[in-house]
């Protein structure tokens, strides 16, 4: 991580997955369960707009695309949207590059579903508010914000170096930005570390 930029080193990590010097990371050929299970479970996306953050190498902005969204998604890492248009040529989705904590203007409250997923606990802690904050601004009035995340007991410690889990506390705070919390939970998902999966919406005025 470079001084000052928490989050060049997506790029640097994607960029050295794309040279073959490591494993591309966080490539999976399928969607995440937890996402996949909960939208499958709520029905068609009817053309509503959704956007999906740090999308990465894209397979799960494509999955939500599929249940007939109207699909933004975006990473701080050109190289990872660079590397998903190329795996997806004829693709609905809209990427883009752009960084969590600068959003465009244009989008704030634009989105009926909002994908977050294991992102924001990759940022220092000391973001994580700012970072809670601009995700749950994408929801529009009426909208749903899906958000995954790894889990922590509240007492207990934060590792040295990301992911830094949520704790209860953390993954509730959704709420303070505008936002209504319709379940958190901790689904049975053995194959991967404990993690919450939260459902928030912002009330109609």
């Known amino acids: 991580m470079q001084a000052g930029e928490p989050t060049a080193w ?8 794309r040279r073959g010097e490591i ?3 966080w490539d999976r050929a399928q969607p995440l369960p ?4 909960w939208l499958q479970a709520q029905g068609p996306g009817a053309e509503r707009a959704a956007i999906v953050v740090g999308c990465g190498l894209g397979v799960d902005a494509q999955f939500v695309a599929a249940q007939g969204f109207r699909t933004t998604a975006f990473d701080i890492s050109d190289t990872a949207i660079r590397t998903a248009q190329e795996r997806y040529p004829d693709s ?3 990427y883009r590059t752009a960084d969590m904590l600068h959003l465009p203007p244009e989008w704030q409250q634009a989105f009926d579903l909002v994908v977050e997923i294991i992102n924001i ?10 970072a809670i904050a601009a995700v749950a601004n994408l929801v529009t009035a ?3 914000l899906l958000a995954i995340e790894n889990m922590r007991q509240d007492r207990d410690p ?3 170096r990301p992911p830094w889990p949520f704790s209860r506390d953390e993954i509730e705070s959704f709420a303070n930005h505008g936002l209504h919390p319709i379940s958190i939970e901790r689904p049975e998902d053995t194959a991967r570390p404990p993690r919450w999966r939260a459902e928030f919406t912002r009330p109609i005025s």
């Open 34 to 37: 937890l996402l996949r299970d």
């Open 23 to 25: 494993n591309m990371p």
């Open 158 to 160: 934060l590792p040295n």
């Open 142 to 144: 009426g909208g749903t």
């Open 92 to 94: 609905p989705v809209d």
């Open 121 to 130: 606990q990759a940022l220092p802690v000391s973001l994580r508010d700012q």
């Open 10 to 17: 997506f790029e640097t990590l994607y960029a050295g997955g």
